[in-house]
């Protein structure tokens, strides 16, 4: 039996190969798959093109996808055709990310697992059940505190002349974009939420300045009231965070939570490390070889 196992965020996915006794045998990367963006075509010719896929993916017996955007049955078909064309032995299964993040932080608690990276959301682990509250709305409406609510923040105050001199200054020299690149690429190329998200590296370096550090205690502020006063034990049961936002953040991240008594629990920049460790204890147990 070889076990692969992927979590997907919008912008990079973490693949890694388990052999029967729960070994790992090899990690790799691709970008990651939506299936919002992405179609199964488009899973196909990268996973195809892929020189480690292409050594493992005769002997691979099951796979296990945890995706952004696979949140329902037509959605995650998408990226399950994608990969059952590349892993023609394996059987194949699709989930949404949220339910890879709340198996990779469950520390035996029922507990709320949030992602805030490119995009955002939450759920709530029972330790047999994964529930949600209220949807993920994607960068355009939602996706509270992501990297892509914040490159909007950024983008706007570029665009409106709204940056101190320095900052601005900073921001042509680093990308030299003009407003018809910005628009282009936010509204008519593709992957226009990862293009957004992008811009985090911008805002972590200028953390300081006072206008982005209202931002962040914004952007955090608002992800806390939608995305995990919902939920009815965010009084007494542990919070934990997943995603590049929550984890180079984190600071800003925890002050926020401190304001409302929030016991924060693990902040993880990725979860395929506690992913695998769940598989080898809850799932792969009963997985037929």
């Known amino acids: 039996m070889r076990v692969l196992i992927a979590d997907s965020g919008s912008t990079k996915c973490d693949w890694q190969l388990l052999d029967a006794s729960g070994k790992e045998v090899m990690e790799f990367h691709t970008m990651g798959f939506n299936p919002y963006f992405h179609s199964a075509d488009k899973v196909e010719e990268v996973m195809s093109a892929h020189a480690d896929v292409e050594a493992i993916q005769s002997e691979v017996t099951h796979v296990f996808f945890y995706g952004a955007g696979s949140s329902s049955a037509p959605l995650c078909a998408i990226i399950e055709e994608g990969l059952q064309r590349?892993?023609?032995?394996?059987a194949v299964t699709v989930d949404h990310d949220l339910v890879g993040a709340a198996f990779s932080t469950y520390d035996g608690r029922p507990g709320i697992t949030c992602i805030i990276g490119t995009g955002s959301n939450s759920c709530h682990f029972s330790g047999s059940t994964v529930s949600e509250e209220v949807p993920a709305l994607?960068?355009?409406?939602?996706?509270?505190?992501?990297?892509?609510?914040?490159?909007?923040?950024?983008?706007?105050?570029?665009?409106y002349h709204q940056l101190p001199a320095e900052i601005e200054a900073d921001?042509?020299?680093?990308?030299?974009?003009?407003?018809?690149?910005?628009?282009?690429?936010?509204?008519?190329?593709?992957?226009?939420?990862?293009?957004?998200?992008?811009?985090?590296?911008?805002?972590?370096?200028?953390?300081?300045?006072?206008?982005?550090?209202?931002?962040?205690?914004?952007?955090?502020?608002?992800?806390i009231d939608v995305h995990v006063k919902c939920f009815d034990g965010w009084t007494n049961e542990p919070v934990h965070f997943i995603g590049s936002v929550a984890y180079h953040f984190q600071e800003e991240l925890r002050a926020e939570c401190a304001k409302d008594g929030i016991e924060v629990g693990q902040i993880i920049k990725k979860p395929i490390d506690g992913l695998a460790a769940y598989h080898l204890k809850?799932?792969?147990?009963?997985?037929?070889?």
């Not at 590349?86 to 394996?90: D, H, I, N, T, W």
């Not at 293009?195 to 972590?204: D, Q, V």
């Open 171 to 223: 921001f042509d020299a680093m990308y030299g974009l003009t407003k018809d690149d910005i628009v282009d690429r936010v509204y008519l190329k593709e992957d226009p939420n990862v293009f957004l998200a992008s811009f985090m590296t911008f805002i972590g370096k200028h953390k300081s300045e006072p206008m982005f550090k209202a931002w962040l205690a914004e952007g955090f502020r608002a992800f």
């Open 138 to 159: 994607a960068y355009i409406l939602g996706d509270e505190a992501s990297g892509s609510w914040h490159g909007k923040k950024l983008l706007a105050a570029k665009l």
């Open 86 to 90: 590349v892993f023609k032995q394996a």
């Open 282 to 289: 809850h799932i792969l147990p009963h997985v037929e070889s």
